[in-house]
């Protein structure tokens, strides 16, 4: 069943909320990021900080730094707005922080540029010790959340406004640092992250119609990214097509061209991506517009099979 990852996270909290070293904190935005499921269960550890993301990050770290798995959620634009904050308080002092930004890209649709975080992942896998994780559906958002709670170290989470389709079966099981392979193929390779692996999908079976056999590869951690699942879509598919709801720099594709370039692999790439800032509109105009929508992911790896 469709359902944002950020009311996946919300409900995923109160699950794993019974860990008496977990707290939660909020930048007035409860109701818009699922937190307020967590302060209905647990109000002694929920912390309500207002429209102040850098002190609820500098809280957040002191919490951590006392021994408590700290939770501070807040749009995915206002986070990485207060990457300064972020860069000393969690990362520097490698605290056991877990920044959880949701309303990312331009999927979150009317609310417009203001609101989209289109650069956030790039500023996040710019900091040394930081984990950057985008679930692709609800059962990955659910498994990610419980695997947090015993990881070590500084964690940004990037969390969806609009519904997912399920890409992953109810069994799913987390392991950091892997990539997914959903759908096998030989002919070209689709990699996707959060609510793009659906349009990679999307896009192999409108391939499979023509013959084209797309590998679907779900890259749910962005850093440390998986380079032997990347570099063995290189060597047995030739080329790769990325495609991510953010900006084509610093995001998924470079990471893919770093993998790529770091090994020696001559694999051709596409990089699908935001080139300019956002702008209001349905969540599936959007996409479109921006070319990250299946049918661009088609285009893209056809273009890659004509050009071999």
């Known amino acids: 069943m469709a ?117 956030d992942v790039a500023a996040m896998r710019a900091l040394p010790n930081m984990t950057v994780i985008q679930p692709g559906d609800a059962v990955e958002t659910e498994r990610c959340v419980e695997y947090l709670v015993e990881h070590e170290g500084p964690v940004y989470l990037r969390l969806t406004r609009q519904k997912l389709d399920d890409v992953n079966p109810p069994d799913y099981r987390f392991e950091l640092g892997k990539a997914v392979v959903l759908r096998e193929g030989s002919d070209v390779a689709l990699l996707g992250t959060g609510a ?18 797309a590998r679907v590869i779900n890259v749910h951690t962005l850093k440390p990214i998986d380079h032997e699942t990347i570099l063995a879509a290189a060597r047995e598919c030739g080329r790769l097509v990325t495609v991510e709801d953010h900006n084509v720099f610093g995001g998924l594709g470079s990471a893919v061209a770093e993998v790529l370039a770091a090994n020696g692999s001559g694999a051709p790439l596409t990089v699908l991506g935001a080139t300019d800032y956002g702008q209001s509109g349905k969540s599936e105009e959007l996409y479109d517009a921006y070319g990250i929508s299946a049918k661009h992911v088609a285009e893209a790896a056809r273009a890659l099979a004509k050009g071999s």
Not at 31 to 53: H, M, Q, W
Not at 196 to 213: F, I, P, R, S, Y
Request: hydrophobic share 45%; charged share 25%; with cysteine.
């Open 196 to 213: 793009t692996v659906q349009e990679a999908l999307k896009a192999a079976d409108e391939l499979a119609g023509e013959g084209v056999e």
């Open 3 to 119: 359902k944002a990852t950020r009311e996946a996270f919300g409900e995923a909290l109160v699950r794993v909320g019974g860990d008496p070293r977990i707290v939660v904190l909020d930048g007035d935005l409860m109701k818009s990021n699922f937190t307020y499921l967590f302060r209905e269960r647990y109000p002694d550890r929920f912390v309500e900080c207002g429209i102040a993301e850098s002190n609820m990050i500098g809280v957040a770290s002191g919490l951590a730094l006392a021994g408590k798995i700290a939770w501070a959620s807040s749009f995915a634009c206002f986070l990485s707005g207060r990457l300064e904050t972020i860069r000393m308080s969690v990362g520097y002092q490698a605290a056991n922080v877990r920044l959880a930004g949701t309303h990312a890209g331009v999927g979150i649709g009317d609310d417009g540029a203001s609101q989209m975080a289109l650069e």
